[in-house]
């Protein structure tokens, strides 16, 4: 059983930055996948971006160049850095770990 709590959401400006953190519960050195996932209002929920191996990592279109995933695996952390933040990253930003395990999510509002 792993746990997943993510942290670092709030309300920013068009253009501003975010960091989100994601504490597991376990030592995530031997987790191969770790994701981060958001759902905004009325739509589904829709994979952002992943980290394979420690190493490989895959971002969907419309956050490439603007957003980052990494991981500290000796704190069991893992980050995703967003910067120039878009109205539409608006959502509720969740934590995946081995497309099993989820966190509790937690709100990115970007607004002016």
């Known amino acids: 059983q792993v746990q997943l709590v993510e942290s670092g959401g709030g309300l920013v400006q068009p253009g501003g930055s975010l960091r989100l953190s994601c504490a597991a519960s376990?030592?995530?050195?031997?987790?191969?996948?770790m994701a981060w996932y958001r759902q905004a209002p009325g739509k589904e929920r829709e994979w952002v971006a992943q980290?394979?191996?420690?190493?490989?990592?895959n971002y969907r279109n419309s956050v490439k160049g603007r957003f980052t995933i990494s991981r500290d695996n000796a704190k069991n952390m893992v980050y995703l850095q967003m910067n120039s933040l878009k109205l539409e990253d608006t959502a509720v930003y969740y934590c995946?770990?081995?497309?099993?395990?989820w966190g509790q999510g937690t709100q990115v509002t970007v607004s002016s």
């Open positions: 995946n770990a081995l497309d099993r395990y």
């Open positions: 376990v030592s995530i050195s031997s987790i191969n996948i």
């Open positions: 980290m394979i191996s420690g190493s490989t990592t």
